[in-house]
């Protein structure tokens, strides 16, 4: 599986590496921005991710940018809403106001709130039938 992660603070990109390593290859980038690009290269490659945990306030490019961005990449690739990739959006806010805009206006896929837990984002990986390992 190839997994993104998108997280400016280093010690949740680290923990999001660590607990998804086992999982299969992971890449992290820093902002929005970066995370953009990571999806392009990963296209122009042909090893597109498979799910993308993005955190919802970065500089640069916040997650809710990004993710919007992403989806109209993928739009104008022709790959249809059922295709999209899974997309976790990550926050130290239990803001409903944000959750809702990554849901309704960004096509988040799930959200998971920090500080990150195992249980927590293992639950939101079984919605896409992902396999996990202990």
């Not at 919802?56 to 790959?79: C, F, S, V, Y």
């Amino acid at each position: 599986m190839k997994i993104l992660v998108v997280e400016d603070d280093f010690g949740s990109r680290r923990l999001l590496q660590v607990i998804l390593g086992s999982l299969g290859t992971v890449d992290t980038v820093v902002d929005g921005e970066e995370a953009i690009e990571a999806f392009k290269l990963a296209w122009a490659d042909n090893q597109p991710y498979e799910i993308i945990f993005m955190d919802i306030m970065m500089p640069k490019m916040d997650g809710q940018t990004a993710l919007k961005q992403i989806r109209l990449l993928e739009r104008e690739m022709g790959i249809s809403s059922k295709a999209e990739v899974p997309v976790i959006m990550t926050t130290a806010l239990d803001d409903p106001k944000n959750v809702i805009e990554a849901f309704n206006q960004g096509g988040a896929t799930g959200y998971v709130v920090k500080p990150i837990d195992k249980d927590s984002l293992f639950n939101q990986l079984k919605k896409f039938d992902i396999k996990l390992r202990p």
